[in-house]
């Protein structure tokens, strides 16, 4: 695949249908009819005209039926010409004041103007009596009709001539852009054309209806019947020949009378003569001649046309047939090269599926003949045909070479049209290694959202292939949109209970239990299921997830599953019970008091879900990635030579439940991937890094309902990893006896992980990667960004590493640095001070402290405090009283040795946050969690104070003196009579929080 | 069938300007959508756009400032 034939496909010829959206933009919308009364009667047959030719553009899917207005007289068409705007005029024989030659002239004389094209309105004359139309071309001179037509009762004629102009405004720019096909048509006998052209036009359009149902969306689907072929209709051999000089490599075919004329008389051959100078420039185009006169048959075979005699009876239905087989119009048939039908193929995947079996003899006779270039034409795929045109059966060693080539252009190209779309599901069209498609109508949610989005950058700069050997990609997923939330909980009468209930577990109990479960979604997941048997992940999607300044980063829950059972019909009721988990989330208390602190209602939250394809390996009953994380664009906490837009990275072996849930990562800067600065002494790396990993376990009891609430995972030690060969990616070594760590794993010791062999020794470009990213995201998303992914390196050997990127969504970043005078305030009056603050500007609203005091606060028992904190947090919410945090350790960690394991909806009303130090550990915050995620879309006043440090204060004996409202275990509520405030100045990144009443004025 | 693999067009790693050098994400940037403005100099890079009908186009030069 050349470069060039990668712009094909870009830009019009496949994928994104950017051409094809600038196709017919030449349309026929107001018609004037100017006919006797009795004329349209006639017309009309039973007075419904517009209503059958509305009906008639409805049934074809056929955008804007044109509006018909009718006068009777000349002299009010005059006038209604003037006053409005008309795209065509037909003119009957009968008109009541002006003859028709004579109105269309003074037609012709007002000089109307296409659409602002300079060219004039076409002006038609419908007959509908042949002798008295035969007078009329005997006395008069009707070139001043740009066509002339005969009513022979089929009224879907108006759409022939209106589809004829139409095609004759658009030829040169569609063909132009995407390569529209043509047939050309010639015809001088006006009854014949006028019979043949609503059949023609009739025939394009079905057979464009019949391509509809492989459109891969509703807006590609519409977006294709524009790219139907155009009929070239002329009356004379110069005309003809003009069209197929001018577009001869977009013709179709040829239909095409004998006799007419050329030089400007008759002459008899007229149409063998042209198909012969037609044949030494293409052997290969369809041509069909007809004449009153059979004698012609044998003469039309010599030049390689079909015959038809038009006195048959069975013209018009031959011609149909005609029109089937030699224009490529409905499905491929394999024949042997005696004609013998062998096999047919009606789609794309069935083309490549039968391309594999039929025997070479038929490959080789329909390849000489141009018959799978035609028939991809005929079928509007313009680019596959390109693939195959220029080509010939020699240019291969072999056909079974051919056959090869013509299966991974289609296999090439049924790939890359799907990519950066979200196509509706069906199965014969979903390609379970690539597709993102979805089911059910209404929202995708916001996470669906931001993949697609992100899957559209990553095909748009084709940065899927921009490494060597790795392959960049959104995993393939399906969507399930919102409709079918409703759905489910109209049918199963569960929303007003779940707003109500405020017990999770009686939420999930009654969630499983429903009983009704959309049956459209139901089919398509388990077409979904046939296709796909790898572990699955189950994530929510939310209408407000991922929003910049409400995250819900971690409120909803993700089921992992290992979709392994050898019963279908288990690992669907697996499936659907995961999903109907996803929709009880939506109304877990963490979701309820997430929302109370925003400004949406409850009722306004609705449910997408999506269900996407895991990246890892499969070892001994647990699958999981290589290692994953999350990278952000901005560095809250940079330490030299770090820079805030540097960008910072969390990674840790296995799933990325040890990153988004705070547990201990390797954390680094994409620039400088090789300064570990955590691992800054032997000591400090044995502390801080992973001791065990993530994974899916693929060997839960599936017969236990109660499972299916867990995520799924479970944690396995670093041995396990060593042991399934994935550990050496990521481990080095400490070696006890000489207190010094070695990268790898080659040595005998202790393991750690610390990336060193990706980061220093680079055996993998990750830095490289997420550099790449982090500067694609923030340039699409017009703000910083923060990115989650998942890497499998124990891809099988000759397949690309898998690179998955699973999530992204905009962080908030304040920019703003007001001057602020912070030196000035003695510790004195602050409660606390730091030079390690995340926040911008003033806060003065809050008068309340949750404090968990360090000095007496016990490790073992963090998950207890959580609950309580929890508890605190719903009352202060509920009265709508923001609060100031002060506890020690890492919050929203979860690990509850480095603090109190608290998710965010737990503190949600805290405003401000002071992590102090445990008295015997220090522990930073991780930037890569959900806590912290929401922590900086909330603009939470983030202080971490750090002992012993001469920048940083806080007055534990102030605290500890307050009266205290409410005290439970170690956490104590403070109410105090005025409010603190808390200064913060983003770029110093320095914040102060004064005591009440020790403001100092500005000077 | 990779679709980058053939195309052998050289990235541009530097603005041909001030000679900054162009991230990698701008380089995908200009190979894709064949201009780009530097973001230290202001210079409008421009690269020939490929079309289908013009498979030899020649290079282009960047725009003034």
Redesign the interface.
Known sequence: ????D????E?G?GTRFQGFQNLMRQRIRDILIVSSLYDLYLFEEDGRLYELIRNEYLSLQLSHAPELTRVSKGYEAITLLKERVFDMVIITLHTEDIPPVKLASLIKELDIKFAGLDIRIPVVLLAFDNRELADLLRHSDVSVFDKIFIWQGDFRLIIGIIKYFEDKLNIDHDTKIVGVQSIILIEDNIRDYSSFLPIIYTEIIQQSQRLVGEGINLSHKFLRMRARPKILMSQTYEEAWEYFTNYKEHILGIISDIDFPRNGKHQEKAGLELTAEIRKHHSDIPVLLQSSDGSYENAAHLVGASFLRKGSSTLLHDLRNFMKQYFSFGDFIFRLPDGTEIARATDLKSMEQTLKIVPVDSIQFHAERNHFSNWFKARTEFWLAHQLRPKKVSDFKSVDDLRSHII??LR?YRK?RQRGLIADFQKESFDPNNSFARIGGGSLGGKARGLGFLNILLN???????FDGIEISVPPAIVIGTDIFDQFLEENDLRGFALECENDSEIKKRFLEASVFPEEAVGQLIAFLDLVRTPLAVRSSSLLEDSQYHPFAGVYSTIMIPNNDHDPFKRLSELVSSIKLIYASTFFSNAKNYIKVTSYRHEEEKMAVIIQKMVGTQFNGRFYPTFSGVAKSYNFYPLPPQKTEDGIVSVALGLGKMVVEGGETVRFSPKHPGRLIQFHSVDAALKSSQQDFYALSLLQNKDDESNTDESGTKLYPLDTAEQDGTLHFVASTYSFENHSIYDGISRVGARLVTFAPILKNRIFPLA?IL??LL??GS?GMGAEVEIEFAVNLNTKRGEPVDFGVLQMRPIVVSHETEKMNLEKYENTALVARSNEVMGNGVINEISDIVFIDPEHFDRAKTRDTATIINLMNSKLVKEGRPYLLIGPGRWGSLDQWLGIPVVWSQISGAKAIIECQFKDLKVTPSQGSHFFQNLTSFSVAYFTITENDKNCHIDYNWIRNLPFEDENNFVKLIRLEKPLIIKMNAGQKMGIIIKPSEEVEDE | MSENKENNEKPLEQCPHCKAPLSSWEQVLLKVDRALVCKKCWYRISLPVITPGDPNAKPGKGDKK
């Open positions: 695949m050349n470069h060039l990668t712009n094909w496909v830009h010829y991974t252009s090439y890359m748009n700069y084709q940065i899927r292939s921009q490289n550099e790449l500067d694609m340039w």
